[in-house]
């Protein structure tokens, strides 16, 4: 597929490093040296000028190009380099707007401008850390086959009752049916057998149909009702501060946001109803003990600044917070993180970069690809795919005992009509089934390639 | 530095030139040439035991920065050529390594310089693999292998830099090994096309094979002592000249031939200049020369001829340049110096570099007169960004210190003063031929082994523009 990338920055460069394995992509950035650094770096083509010429766009393909992406530090001018696309005969477009004030318009925007997609980082990563407090236990949630399937990901803690238990006996303890499909232990991604215990400080990454999950987080903390986040504090409110506060009265929760400049706090408080905004430096700790930032129930740190992110949070952390959540910008950083052990860390970048991947494989369908989902987890290390299986294999049939599986690959569940099958040896593929699958190796397109 | 992806390409590369290598064997076998199957069989096992070695496990560590690129690829040429010699030696068709090596590099590099007084002697299939070592290294070992790649994960754009000509490298496409298969694609047919149309002006197949070889890397040998001159036929003449200036045009443009962006071709300065300094140079020498030859027509023929074949860096002659006048011979050196077109086969500065300098220059000028003033450098009317201005300025100091540096060198040997600077310019421009002894009816054998070694490093130095030879050395020390 013939992909043309609009802006090298963070999330073009990410998106580039993705997707240079299997696509023919080419960059263009005004910057020269950005230009370099990433065709030194990547298989791609890169073209230095605006991407508002049509010289440029043409010299980049235009005309072929199955998809269009603009992902400038301009709302303005992505939206018009995806039109400007469209008219020179691009198939898809898909263009990054962060500007709220375009948030009543996205539907006019797809319908009548016929841009294919519009991604909204703030707005999804406010979406994900939402999702993140309404599991207080879970440090991330994300869902498959249209919200049948729960993938969480789960911090074992000390004194936890899944430490020290085998996987084998994870069913008939818990009497639900979950399964432990990938487990971080330090820095090795593992993808566990029956006979693997689980430590204190493992990460696992678990499926479950949705019941099961509430159900799940319910008996591993028996005080799972008394633990919901009742009051959260975000510190910083950009962007992701204001959809996220948004998303948070939605729940019902006590907001309470702490920002810096004057002036935008006006605006928030002009836009937002019901929740408290303080102006003052949530990094000064007479602000924060004035505002009692470590009563709260969740503290989230969002200013720019992604250092001062994880500082905030480690102080609230040590400070006796249930639940605290990082925004992270640069994915280098995130790495450290992990190290410090906060477990909650939301970068809207990948976030960003994991949805228009896949849109990507999803467009794939028509060539003969069968990905409906993707995620990618553990820093990229390991993907979560669902596939459909469209047709009649010589896979489909026959018990998975008897297929053999290649190395690093695991069948999650497999999602027939309405029902939710975590599968055992017996189990076996129909047509219209949704296979998630987690694999520490990259680039399946395909159901038939996990099988040896 | 990551040796041990340094090590998988040198495998990658050396198994290319292993497989190469028994070529050869099938026309000595066809020749009837049978002592052949040793001389070329044992380097070629070696060589392929050796890639084997090499690649036998993947480095898990593919990252590839511009050093690791640069000393790959240097560490590559340099152990081909040391390998493609053995033939040579194996056979005894060349007496010492060092001459063999000289001859080699001299092929790898399409310089064309030779150290045999009778070429004549040598055997097919030896002759073949002296051709091949042009073609293979016109187009470069390193492109061949990315062509070869199914798919990459490496980072191959600082390797393509180190063997690619040109101030500017790009790929054609958005992936490299499609970009390589574009290249090598259009190089393949264009030399089958040469050996076509040769073939069909009634010369003998394996003629017209060594020929296009010759031509098609802007290299320079010939099966015969006196070169082209021998089929004293004005038709293979014109089919090499057209050729060679063909070889010697960056490939990009036939890409954009054949996707029909006609605007592109026609507005590339470089092409324009490469061409007017042609029509320039053969005007101003058919006219020095007019006293020399009988007529009009066979000076201004013999004087296109040989700036043809000496701007594109190839080193045919058609006639003997010695007895020219010393004013022809001067701008014959000259142009060895502008060389082909940034991206072709053929050697020298490239001309895309030297418009850039002149250019830059010129807005020196335009400093003084108007100190204030603020001008862009244009190429195709684009502006040149900075760093490629100030890459072909130091390319181009590098260039001569160096130059200078091999001319000191080389004249502890017997040579007078314009033989050692010749021997120097043809070698780090990959020319062929100079004056005195080393016209083109002369040859290098003259030398001592320190001078030989030494302009091998001239020859590599030229054909892969300085810096990878240099990152090999330095290497250590900025680790």
């Known amino acids: 597929m013939d992909i043309i990338i609009v802006g090298g920055g963070k999330v073009g460069g990410a998106l580039a490093e993705v997707l240079c394995h299997e696509h023919n992509v080419t960059v263009i950035d005004r910057n020269e040296q950005r230009i370099n650094s990433i065709t030194n770096d990547y298989d791609i083509k ?44 691009a198939h898809h477009c898909i263009a990054r707007v962060r500007n709220p004030e375009f948030d009543q318009q996205l539907v006019f925007m797809r319908e009548e401008l016929g841009i294919s997609m519009m991604v909204n980082p703030d707005f999804n990563s406010a979406n994900e850390i939402a999702k993140v407090l309404r599991y207080p236990e879970a440090i991330n949630i994300e869902s498959f086959a249209k919200g049948r399937v729960d993938l969480a990901e789960i911090r074992i803690t000390n004194g936890s ?40 400080g493992d990460k696992i990454h678990m499926t479950a149909s949705h019941r099961n999950m509430v159900r799940f987080f319910k008996s591993i903390s028996s005080a799972y009702r008394e633990k919901r986040v009742k009051s ?73 600044i992604d250092e001062e992110n994880i500082l905030l949070s480690l102080l609230a952390k040590n400070n006796g917070v249930e639940k605290v959540v990082t925004k992270v910008n640069r994915m280098n950083l995130m790495q450290l993180s992990e190290t410090l052990n906060l477990d909650s860390i939301i970068s809207p970048k990948s976030i960003t970069v994991n949805q228009i991947l896949q849109y990507v494989r999803a467009k794939q369908n028509s060539d003969g690809n069968n990905v409906a989902t993707l995620y990618r987890l553990v820093n990229d290390r390991m993907e979560a795919i669902e596939f459909v299986v469209r047709e009649h294999k010589d896979y489909v049939g026959i018990p998975l005992k008897k297929l053999k599986l290649r190395s690093g690959i695991l069948i999650a569940s497999i999602v027939r009509g309405n029902e939710l099958i975590i599968p055992k040896g017996d189990d076996f593929l129909k047509v219209n089934d949704s296979v998630v699958v987690v694999t520490t190796n990259r680039g399946f397109g395909d159901l038939k390639q996990i099988f040896d | ?36 199957i040793a001389s070329f069989g044992i380097p070629s096992a070696i060589t392929i035991i050796i890639s084997l070695l ?83 290294g016109g187009m470069g070992v390193l492109m061949f292998v990315l062509a070869m790649m199914s798919s990459n994960d490496m980072r191959t754009m600082h390797m393509m830099r180190a063997e690619c ?44 094979v060594i020929l296009s070889f010759s031509s098609a890397g802007t290299g320079g040998f010939s099966m015969w002592n006196d070169s082209v001159g021998h089929y004293n036929s004005m038709a293979v003449e014109i089919v090499t000249a057209v050729f060679v200036i063909i070889f010697g045009v960056n490939f990009n443009l036939y890409y954009f031939l054949i996707i029909r962006k006609f605007s592109a071709v026609f507005k590339n300065e470089e092409l324009r200049t490469y061409l007017c300094v042609i029509a320039g140079a053969t005007a101003v020498i058919t006219i020095a020369n007019t006293g020399i030859y009988n007529s009009f027509g066979e000076s201004l023929w013999k004087s296109f001829y040989m700036v043809a074949s000496t701007i594109t860096s190839t080193g045919f002659a058609n006639t003997d340049t010695s007895q020219w006048s ?81 001319i000191i060198l080389i004249s502890h040997d017997s040579c007078s003063i314009e033989e050692s600077i010749s021997a120097v310019t043809t070698c780090m421009n990959n020319i062929g031929f100079g004056v005195g002894q080393f016209s083109t009816s002369g040859n290098f054998s003259g030398l001592d082994s320190f001078s030989k070694i030494l302009l091998c490093f001239d020859m590599l130095i030229g054909r892969l523009e300085i810096y990878p030879l240099i990152m090999l050395f330095a290497s250590k020390k900025t680790h």
């Open chain 1, 46 to 89: 890169g073209i230095t000028g605006n991407c508002l010429q049509t010289a440029n766009l043409e010299e980049a393909g235009v005309g072929k190009c199955k998809l269009f992406i603009a992902v400038t530090d301009s709302d303005e001018v992505n939206i018009l380099s995806c039109l400007i696309a469209k008219k020179m005969n």
């Open chain 1, 161 to 200: 009752i899944l430490e020290n238990l085998a996987l084998s006996q994870l069913s008939r303890r818990l009497r639900l049916d979950v399964l432990i499909c990938a487990v971080q232990r330090g820095d090795e991604v593992i993808i566990p057998n029956g006979s693997f215990v689980l430590h204190a």
């Open chain 1, 232 to 304: 959260a504090v975000l510190i910083g409110g950009g962007r992701v501060g204001y959809h996220l506060a948004q998303q948070l009265r939605e729940m019902s929760v006590k907001v309470k946001i702490i920002e810096i400049d004057p002036k935008r706090c006006l605006e928030l408080s002009e836009r937002l109803s019901k929740v408290t905004v303080v102006c003052g430096d949530g990094t000064n700790q007479d602000v924060i003990r004035e505002e009692r930032v470590y009563d709260a129930d969740a503290v989230v740190s969002l200013t720019g």
């Open chain 2, 1 to 36: 530095m990551n040796y041990r992806i340094i090590v998988y390409i040198m495998g990658q590369i050396l198994r290319i030139v292993g497989v190469c290598m028994l070529l050869p064997i099938f026309v000595g076998i066809y020749y009837g040439e049978h002592h052949v």
């Open chain 2, 54 to 136: 090499f690649t036998l496990k993947k480095p898990k560590n593919t990252a590839v920065f511009s050093m690791e690129g640069f000393v790959s690829v240097a560490a590559s040429w340099i152990a081909m050529s040391a390998i493609g010699a053995m033939p040579f030696v194996i056979s005894g068709e060349i007496n010492g390594y060092i001459n063999a090596l000289f001859e080699t590099v001299s092929g790898f590099t399409t310089t064309g310089s030779t150290v045999l007084a009778d070429v004549e002697k040598m055997s097919r299939s030896c002759m073949f693999w002296r051709a091949f070592t042009h073609w293979l």
């Open chain 2, 165 to 208: 000509p040109g101030p500017n490298v790009g790929r054609l496409v958005s992936k490299s090994t499609f970009s390589a298969r574009i290249l090598y694609g259009i190089y393949i047919v264009l030399t089958v096309s040469e050996i076509i149309i040769l073939a069909l002006l009634k010369i003998p197949l394996y003629d017209s």
């Open chain 2, 326 to 406: 010393q004013f022809s011979q001067t701008i014959l050196l000259m142009i060895m110096f502008v060389g082909s077109c940034a991206g072709s086969t053929g050697g020298g500065m490239k001309v895309s570099r030297i418009i850039i300098i002149v250019k830059t220059g010129i807005r020196e000028l335009k400093y003084i007169v108007s100190p204030r003033v603020v001008a862009s450098i244009k190429l195709d009317g684009k502006p040149v960004e900075k760093d490629v201005i100030r890459g072909a300025s130091n390319y181009f100091i590098l260039f001569m210190i160096i130059y200078a540096i091999s």
